[in-house]
């Protein structure tokens, strides 16, 4: 049985689309146990009996605005992310999933489950929509705004393992992203992490990436420093909410565009379905010594049940594990 602990409080719509992703997610996993920590008068009004579902009560969240998360950590042990997060740590249970504000989420990795002990810092590393419906990887979303390029080099064997066995890719590529495409682009940083990627025997080095190909590539794994990681996964977010509103417009525009958009009801939907990152999941903090999923702050139900499905699947790969023997082999070949 899978033991996941889910965060009530986190997120900009809690507790609701949180208790209610939750509970789908135990019908649809018979595998699958969830303890819910969070204020249970605030949950009480979606929650069911479930026989694989039990409730943490505790009445401190942390607020979606939260600016020091760091002295939250220090001052109150009792909030809800906390919590599930030291459920991990004493392996009461096996992944957390967190719609919480995502510095806190990486301050609590860091201070309560800890970093692997062969990596240096942790990644934020969701999986973005892409032309083919399979997704790609892309490392480091935010948690880093300064790294050094072995800490990309950690972060692409991690995403390798994961794109083998969660995502199922043979022999996957990992994608510097870079103003161009040429060998020596970019700054005296990306110029390094290039260098040491190409001679890494535990990747297949794709090269460098320019953002305007994020979309369509072939390569499984978008790898870039956390400033540049952050950009890229809002312009797309933006990108395709302004792309809906654009067609949504036109489509109202007149009787034939109405009429239309009737006639191509399935097309529109999937197109929908084909920008849309709740169809995917969370982002997971690679790095941690234990899987712990990030779920978009303004995620619905389903956005919500499909980052438990994702918690489910990374252990089920037993991802933790698989990846501290790369990282291990890692250290080996480069001495």
């Known amino acids: 049985m899978i033991r996941i602990a889910v965060d009530g409080m986190g997120g900009d719509f809690?507790?609701?689309?949180?208790?209610?992703?939750t509970l789908?997610?135990?019908d649809k996993f018979e595998n699958v146990e969830i303890v819910l920590f969070g204020d249970e008068q605030k949950m009480a009004p979606f929650l069911k009996d479930h026989p694989r579902l039990k409730v943490v009560h505790t009445p401190f969240f942390l607020s979606m605005g939260e600016k020091d998360p760091i002295?939250?950590?220090?001052?109150?042990?009792?909030?809800?992310?906390?919590?599930?997060l030291q459920a991990l740590k004493d392996k009461e249970v096996d992944a957390v999933v967190s719609a919480g504000p995502t510095q806190a989420l990486v301050v609590g990795g860091h201070f309560i489950v800890r970093r692997m002990a062969s990596?240096?810092?942790?990644?934020i590393a969701p999986i973005i929509p892409s032309y083919d419906k399979r997704g790609r990887i892309l490392l480091d979303s935010g948690a880093n705004v300064d790294l050094r390029p072995e800490h990309l080099r950690d972060f692409a064997v991690y995403a390798t393992v994961v794109a083998e066995k969660?995502?199922?890719?043979d022999k996957p590529t990992v994608a510097l992203?870079?103003?161009?495409?040429?060998?020596?682009?970019?700054?005296?940083?990306?110029?390094e992490t290039y260098n040491l990627l190409k001679v890494e025997p535990n990747i297949n080095f794709y090269g460098n990436l320019e953002p305007k190909e994020v979309f369509?590539?072939?390569?499984?794994?978008?790898?870039?420093?956390g400033f540049t990681g952050n950009i890229v996964m809002k312009a797309m977010e933006g990108t395709a909410k302004g792309l809906g509103m654009v067609l949504k417009r036109e489509i109202k525009s007149s009787l034939l565009g109405k009429i239309g958009a009737i006639l191509m009801k399935k097309s529109l939907t999937n197109f929908k379905k084909s920008l849309d990152a709740s169809e995917i999941g969370g982002a997971l903090l690679m790095g941690l010594d234990g899987v712990v999923i990030k779920a978009h702050g303004s995620s619905n139900d389903y956005a919500f049940f499909n980052?438990?499905?994702?918690?489910?699947?990374?252990?089920?790969?037993?991802?933790?594990?698989?990846?501290?023997?790369?990282?291990?082999?890692?250290?080996v070949e480069n001495k």
């Open 177 to 191: 992203l870079n103003i161009g495409t040429e060998e020596g682009k970019g700054r005296e940083f990306d110029v």
């Open 119 to 123: 990596m240096k810092r942790v990644a």
């Open 71 to 84: 002295k939250q950590y220090r001052t109150n042990k009792e909030l809800s992310m906390f919590k599930a």
């Open 166 to 169: 969660v995502l199922k890719r």
């Open 216 to 225: 369509t590539t072939e390569a499984d794994i978008l790898l870039s420093d």
């Open 307 to 331: 980052g438990i499905r994702q918690a489910k699947e990374m252990v089920e790969a037993d991802i933790i594990k698989k990846v501290s023997e790369a990282l291990e082999k890692k250290e």
């Open 14 to 21: 809690a507790p609701e689309p949180i208790v209610k992703g």
């Open 24 to 26: 789908s997610a135990l």
